[in-house]
């Protein structure tokens, strides 16, 4: 399965914190809801994929062909 997108959220205990998602990054909307809460959004569906704390970052998945 392909995953065109990773969320990254803030690091738990010094590990990384990584959300796949099967959009394009464009397809999310990010928004900043309080100084460090934040959501994101699939546009297609308006399914909140994650509610929580940021900052965030929403990356291209690197495919190995």
């Known amino acids: 399965m392909m995953h065109p997108t990773i969320l990254r959220l803030p690091e738990w205990f010094g590990q990384p914190e990584q959300i796949l998602l099967p ?15 934040w ?13 929580g704390l940021g900052p965030i970052r929403l990356e291209q998945a690197q495919h190995q062909a």
């Open 39 to 51: 959501h994101v959004v699939a546009r297609p569906t308006g399914q909140t994929v994650y509610t």
């Open 23 to 37: 959009l394009p990054a464009a397809e999310y909307q990010v928004q900043q809801v309080h100084r460090d809460w």
